[in-house]
């Protein structure tokens, strides 16, 4: 099993910035993709960053250009730098992480972390 568990959530206002952290523990294999979901009210979840063990990352449109996702392997932690937020990017903000277990792709999330930006 794999656990997840984000921080850096919170109330800001519009322009600022966040950085949001996750670290996940359990059975972790090297090989894996971490990310970034969130979900407003009344939305589904989207996509808003990945980022392989390889360091490939991936941007949905909505954070291209203000978010940066990262990562430190050693420490199975994943980043999202967040700048020059919108009140339209609150959101409750999803850590995922998947990976390949004989030849079956499985997902895992945290529990979410609240981000509030108010105009």
């Known amino acids: 099993q794999v656990q997840l568990v984000e921080s850096g959530g919170g109330l800001v206002q519009a322009g600022g910035s966040l950085r949001l952290s996750c670290v996940a523990t359990?059975?972790?294999?090297?090989?894996?993709?971490m990310g970034w979901y969130r979900q407003a009210p009344g939305k589904q979840r989207e996509l808003v960053a990945s980022?392989?063990?390889?360091?490939?990352?991936n941007y949905a449109d909505s954070g291209n250009g203000r978010f940066t996702i990262s990562r430190d392997n050693a420490k199975n932690t994943v980043y999202l730098r967040m700048n020059s937020l919108k009140p339209e990017d609150t959101a409750v903000y999803y850590c995922?992480?998947?990976?390949?277990?004989?030849?079956?792709?499985?997902?895992?999330w945290g529990q979410g972390t609240q981000v509030t930006v108010s105009s």
């Open positions: 995922n992480l998947n990976q390949r277990r004989a030849g079956i792709l499985r997902n895992y």
């Open positions: 359990g059975n972790i294999f090297t090989i894996n993709t």
């Open positions: 980022i392989t063990s390889g360091n490939n990352p």
